[in-house]
DNA sequence: CTAAATCCTCTAGCGACTACAGCTTCAAGA
DNA sequence: TCTTGAAGCTGTAGTCGCTAGAGGATTTAG
């Protein structure tokens, strides 16, 4: 009898995907950064991934979809593999992001008003040269708008 | 005598982007991806603007500053420059971006909630092992929060 | 006429993936 | 045992909207 692996706790990458609702290539791609560890490979040079990573894998999707950098994922992966520091970083890192999410906030506030105006004033039908839209484009004069830099809005 | 070129409307690049707050860098960008029009060149190869050009460039920046994305102003700009169309497509555009700038604001906002409930919970001090931020980001179950895809927080 | 400031083109980098080409390996059915 | 199709592999390039830098040319003020 050869040994029997655990088989509920090896997986090949496009079930790690599946499990944690993360695409093989993002999985892959984290491997590259170091987010997550090179896992064990199959003669056939094949990934095989354990119970572990499942979890590391949830903590990086948890993370990122909260809105945190990788570069502070980094650094809350490292605090949680050592579990003697204090916590005052994690807590650091959480409120730093905290605040920029609050100001992102208030930007795109001050954005969909500033839209809102623009949109009121035309409601279609006239032509360009009289589009209060194309308008106010053109003439920032008349913006209540003060803009502290751009806005990405990419998401 | 030579004739005297009208200074006040000719302009290098660097004129310019004092002008309208845009970086040189920018100009060329916009120049390359076809918002801005090329413009006259000196007998040594150095752009030269005219007052047609701040203006244009007064808009994409006031555009871009309101978070429209370049493929929006360019059309944007089609339309104003062609004044016997219909402002409809400005008012599908306009509004359609207001429409993504409220879903990004929902989003933030849910996120804003779960790390304050994440960050409040522990006030740094404590060791990692017991940190609720560490756990909280480890065992997505405690989670109030239903994530429709991640959000880019870059800007 | 010289020197400093500005300008030019071209290329690469950012972040966090995503997509593709061209190949190899695995697993299940006949 | 063989076949076939799904899934895996590496490596490279593309996305967006710039930004930075190299290495050189031009302009302009003194």
Same mark, same amino acid.
């Given at each position: ?6 088989? $509920?706790? /090896? ?16 999985? @892959? ?11 064990? @490979?199959? *003669? ?7 119970? @572990?990573?499942? *979890? ?8 990122? $979809? ?45 954005? *969909? ?12 039908? /006239? ?19 003060? *803009? ?5 809005? @990419?998401?």
């Amino acid at each position: 009898m050869t040994p029997r692996p655990r088989l $509920d706790t /090896v997986m090949p990458i496009g079930q790690l995907a599946k499990h944690t609702a993360v695409k093989v290539e993002t999985i @892959r791609y984290y491997e590259q950064v170091g987010l997550l560890p090179p896992p064990e @490979r199959t *003669e056939g040079n094949q990934r095989r991934y354990g119970r @572990r990573h499942v *979890e590391r894998l949830a903590f990086i999707r948890h993370a990122r $979809d909260l809105g945190f950098a990788v570069e502070s994922i980094r650094a809350l992966l490292t605090l949680s593999d050592n579990p003697a520091t204090p916590c005052d970083d994690a807590h650091v890192i959480a409120t730093a992001h905290l605040a920029e999410v609050r100001h992102k906030i208030a930007r795109l506030r001050s954005l *969909e008003q500033e839209l809102e105006r623009i949109a009121a004033t035309c409601s279609g039908g /006239v032509e360009v040269c009289d589009c209060a839209i194309i308008e106010a484009l053109a003439d920032h004069s008349q913006c209540r708008h003060h *803009e502290d830099g751009r806005v990405d809005l @990419r998401s």
